[in-house]
Structures are given as structure tokens and as C-alpha cells.
């Protein structure tokens, strides 16, 4: 399938994004200028995570402005499926794409490690190659983490399973030193309420080959082609009956 | 017209750096301290005809960039430059 990597001035792993993609994965993925206003017949948009504009203001806050931005919007308006990155986690909230915001982390310090991470939600199109409930590891490296919304808010994301990823110890237990960041209820990772759009501190990119230290991250991509694949095998069923 | 603007973490929202703040002031012996919370300051020069027209141009620019309204409350002040108006 097609993959676009959206690059910011600052954007720091859309290079392993392409990668993955390309190389590991076998997909066929390009580079999207942040200037641009073109996504092209991509399927699925890539925020990669970085310091976009420097992280100036807040983080995420000036990307939002980005002429491509725009295109982001309304591709994610059209059912588009959107996956943003650490980085593109905060623009997502930050463009309002999805809910919530990303603070300083609680220890006020940049974490740096590999992390355990619940499956919550595995009935989506980011997590539906993943077993409910199952534990990845996936590596996490930011300063600004700590995931915070309305408390009435959360309720309600957490009644339609928006929450998709959760801070665990290696056994899926919650726990608070097991939150590395100090995110509300350990979320690390949400979803829109059309469950198109997706956003999440820790990097699958950075785990998709034994030599990177665990592979869990393709679980990740694996289900956004396996959504796509069946999205568009039921509308050729739809076309031809 | 000049205008300042104070952005903080919002009320009732955890503010790590506020708390770290109010930690190191109570160890260096500040007694009494409570509820610090960290922000920003934002200051910047506005071209307006008035004073509500600028009030109304800085609560947008609160709304569409400067803060955060998920996390951050603001206020903000104005007045003139000071050598006149530009």
C-alpha cells in the first residue's frame, strides 16, 4: 500500500519511518514535504516524531500551521487513516485532530528506554494485528509525554475504547513506576472517536528488526495494511455484486 | 499598544515544573509556599485602533496559537507604548 511521511523542518524520524516502511516492510513510501499541500493517493499519512519547528511555543503548536496540515485535516476528515508519532502525537492533539495533550514529563527529564505497553483496544485499524490485551515492547524518547485530558473527556474515551495503548510492567500489570512519563490513567497512545486517526508516544519505527532490539513495532504497521486490505477488498465486493 | 500576555498550566492540571519549583523553594527554607505553578510570558507590539479591537485580536491569538486551551489559562494587559503611539 501507499505510505506518505510528512517531514517538518526539525522532524527527526521520518528517515526510519521510510525505512521501515520501505526497506523492512516492503511498502511503497514517500516523503511529504511539510510545504506541500499534495498527499497524492496516499493511503496512509505518517506525523514522525522530532522537534518540529524547533518545538517552539509548545510542542506540535507551529507544525499544526503547516500548509500540508491543511491536507492532514481533511484527509482525516474523509475517513483517511493518520498515524502520528511521539511528535506527531502532539501535533495531532495540537491540530485537534485528536483529544487531549502531551506535557513535560512528571521527572521533568527526556526518557530515553524501552517500554511495556497493553494492547487495550486490539478491534482498530492500528492495533488489529496485536491480540487484546497482548504486551509490546516498543522504545520511547521524549521530554514531553504526559498525556492529559478533561476528566470528563477521558470517561468518555475510555467507554468507546479510544485508549488503544497503556503503560504496563512487562506482565501487563499497571503500575506506577511502570509509567515512565506520568500520563493520565498510563495512556500512551489514542485514537479519535472514528478510530482513523491514531497517535502515540512510543516509536514503532524504531522496533521492526532484531538489530533495532525487538520487532513489535511492525505490529503496528501490519494492521494499518491489513485494515486497508480488507477496506478495499470489501469495496470490490461492493463493486462487483 | 503593547501587549502581555501570561499563560499558565491550567487549574486542577498536573504542573510537574510548578511542583519541582515549590519543592526547591521549600528545601531552600521559603516557608509558606503553595501552589506554584510555571508559565510563560509572551510579550509583543500590536497595531490596533483601539483598545477593545486589540483585546478582541489578542483573545484569537490566544485561542488559535498562543495557548493551549486543554491545558493552559491566560490573561493578558495592554497598554500604550510608551514614546506614543505607533
Redesign the interface.
Known amino acids: 500500500m501507499k505510505w506518505g511521511v510528512v517531514r517538518f523542518p526539525g522532524s527527526l524520524d521520518d528517515a526510519d519511518a521510510l525505512w521501515a516502511l520501505n526497506q523492512v516492510m516492503g511498502q511503497e513510501a514517500r516523503a511529504l514535504w511539510h510545504k506541500d499541500e499534495d498527499l497524492a493517493d496516499v493511503q496512509c499519512v505518517v506525523l514522525p516524531g522530532g522537534f518540529s519547528y524547533g518545538d517552539y511555543l509548545r510542542c506540535g503548536a507551529i507544525a499544526r500551521f503547516a500548509p500540508i496540515m491543511k491536507s492532514v485535516v481533511r484527509f482525516a476528515g474523509d475517513g483517511g487513516l493518520v498515524l502520528g508519532i511521539c511528535n506527531g502525537f502532539q501535533i495531532l492533539c495540537e491540530a485537534h485532530l485528536l483529544p487531549g495533550a502531551l506535557m513535560r514529563n512528571r521527572s521533568l527529564a527526556f526518557i530515553c528506554e524501552r517500554v511495556s505497553l497493553r494492547v487495550e483496544n486490539a478491534a482498530t485499524p492500528f492495533t488489529c494485528a496485536a491480540r487484546q490485551g497482548e504486551v509490546l515492547r516498543l522504545p520511547i524518547k521524549h521530554g514531553e509525554g504526559l498525556y492529559v485530558a478533561p476528566a470528563e473527556e477521558l470517561r468518555a474515551m475510555e467507554e468507546r475504547g479510544q485508549v488503544l495503548l497503556r503503560y504496563t510492567d512487562a506482565t501487563g500489570q499497571e503500575r506506577d513506576d511502570a509509567n515512565p512519563n506520568g500520563s493520565t490513567r498510563a495512556i500512551a497512545g489514542v485514537a479519535n472517536e472514528a478510530f482513523n486517526v491514531f497517535g502515540l508516544m512510543p516509536h514503532p519505527e524504531h522496533a521492526v528488526e532484531p538489530a533495532l532490539g525487538g520487532e513489535d513495532g511492525l505490529k503496528i504497521f501490519r494492521s494499518i495494511i491489513t485494515s486497508v486490505e480488507r477496506t478495499s477488498a470489501a469495496a470490490s465486493t461492493a463493486a462487483s455484486s | 499598544m503593547l501587549v502581555k500576555v501570561f499563560v499558565t ?1 491550567r487549574k486542577g ?5 510548578g511542583r ?1 519549583v515549590e519543592q526547591s523553594l521549600k528545601t531552600l527554607g521559603f516557608a509558606g509556599v503553595a501552589a506554584v505553578r510555571v508559565g510563560r510570558y509572551i510579550v509583543l507590539e500590536l497595531d490596533a485602533p483601539n483598545a477593545e479591537r486589540a483585546r478582541e485580536t489578542v483573545r484569537q491569538m490566544c485561542a488559535q ?2 495557548t ?1 486551551p ?2 493552559e489559562d491566560y490573561t493578558f494587559e495592554i497598554e500604550p507604548i510608551e514614546g506614543g503611539p505607533r
Open positions: 498550566p492540571i498536573l504542573d510537574p515544573q519541582a496559537l498562543l493551549n486543554n491545558i
